[in-house]
């Protein structure tokens, strides 16, 4: 964040006393969501936008860029890239309307998907949740922050009886601002214990496999962008003598790290790979989970929860050119999700290989769990939408959109 405002909000009302702390929080008012035309052969065009705008919100696109644009820099964006279309008005607003983030609630239940909530009321949520199914679920911890936090999940088994049946890992909230990959990955966990005794479709998936469900592997960046900057992505480490802050922990995994191409070297950036592979703690712990999962009844699927964007994604991210032997089937398992959805909602997604159908990534969790940790199956699934609202997704969409996705889900843990 580099442009925006900072603006003191202490004389607001008390009604927002029950909202997260918002002391000195980034205004957003005026900047506009662009989706931006690259013109052919501009080379070096990403970084001279990347300079300009506030956030780039999809890096490495290879036709257009979304990036919200503070009101007195959209001149010099059209300058360089003439052909902007204008996606969100009025970024301030939309997060206005985003919906405020609800402190009370009642335990688990249809009612918490209705609303965006705090970092500590996620981790009582995942806490009510085991406490009412204590037979069948534990609370797991994969590792610690940078700002100390714990990588909080949820582990849920049935009829085997705990770590007798291979893995299904899903993560979410490793871009801070994904909000609704909480909310997804939450809501799986929940409809996996709540019908686990009233449907024998899901009886017979949590029979067949472990879940390991962390709805937020990134709380830092997570907590950030609820009291300071709604647009973070990456986590709070610092680099050295640089005032940029944070890795991008979707490019810091020690797989493929090294390759060039698909992550950036410079701290400032959305996509900063870090100085070493896994050099970011909450990376560290994310992989030594992985291996153990690997090294006991190893993984058959794994899903990094992202948005935005509607794509359900399977590795190789790191080179375009490399077709996994198992293609057709990392395929076949995507499509079913896709129609599932599509039968949901209508919702479109697009289906495909990372690197092709979106961009090179280095050092990702869906690379390093498919070639590292084995994983049978490895996805990367972007939720809602295609940018209208993009990652400030109104909390009247929670609820079609984790259902929706749950339905996917379903569909995918039922051919793995
Ligand atoms: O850039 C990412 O890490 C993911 N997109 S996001 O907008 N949520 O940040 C995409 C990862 C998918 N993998 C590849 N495209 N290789
Ligand atoms: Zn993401």
């Known amino acids: ?136 679920s534990e609370i797991i911890t994969t590792g610690t922050s940078v700002q100390g936090r714990t990588l909080t999940g949820i582990h849920i088994w049935g009829s085997g009886g705990k770590g007798s049946k291979p893995a299904v890992l899903f993560h979410g909230t490793v871009h801070a601002r994904e909000w609704i990959t909480t909310m997804s990955t939450e809501y799986n966990a929940w409809q996996l214990l709540t019908k686990y005794n009233t449907d024998s479709a899901i009886k017979a998936l949590v029979d067949k496999f472990d879940f390991y469900i962390i709805p937020i592997v990134n709380p830092d960046g997570f907590v950030y962008s609820q009291t300071t900057d709604r647009m973070w992505r990456k986590n709070r480490q610092t680099v050295g003598s640089s005032s940029c802050v944070g890795r991008d922990n979707n490019r810091n995994w020690s797989y493929k790290w090294e390759v060039t191409g698909g992550a950036s070297t410079n701290p400032c950036s959305e996509t900063y790979k870090g100085l070493a592979a896994g050099d970011a703690p909450e990376n560290r712990g ?104 993009g990652f400030i997704l109104p909390a009247s969409q929670i609820q079609p959109t984790v259902r929706e996705t749950w339905a996917g889900v379903v569909a995918m843990l039922q051919r793995t």
């Open 286 to 389: 994310m992989m030594a989970h992985v291996n153990s999962l690997r090294d006991a009844r190893g993984i058959r699927l794994y899903i990094d929860f992202h948005s935005y964007g509607q794509y359900i994604l399977w590795p190789y991210g790191y080179d375009c050119n490399l077709v996994v032997p198992e293609d057709r089937a990392l395929n076949a398992l995507a499509s079913a999700g896709q129609s599932a959805i599509r039968g949901v909602s209508g919702t479109s997604y697009t289906v495909g290989n990372s690197c092709r159908h979106l961009y090179a990534t280095t050092g990702s969790g869906p690379d390093y769990v498919y070639g590292v940790g084995g994983a049978a199956y490895s996805y990367t699934i972007e939720l809602r939408d295609k940018g209208n609202y």
């Open 1 to 136: 964040m580099k442009n925006a405002t900072i603006l003191s909000i202490a004389l607001l009302p008390l009604a927002l006393a029950t909202a997260v702390p918002r002391s000195e929080k980034v205004d957003y008012t005026g900047y506009q969501g662009l989706r931006i035309t690259l013109p052919e052969n501009a080379t070096g065009i990403e970084e001279q936008i990347e300079d300009i705008a506030a956030h780039i919100l999809n890096p490495g696109q290879a036709t257009h860029i979304d990036a919200v644009v503070a009101a007195d820099k959209i001149d010099a964006i059209k300058a360089l890239a003439p052909e902007v279309e204008v996606l969100v008005q009025d970024v301030g607003a939309a997060i206005a309307e985003e919906g405020d983030i609800v402190s009370a609630y009642a335990v688990p239940s249809e009612s918490w998907f209705t609303a965006y909530h705090s970092y500590a009321d996620h981790i009582q949520f995942l806490r009510d949740l085991q406490a009412g199914y204590p037979s069948n």
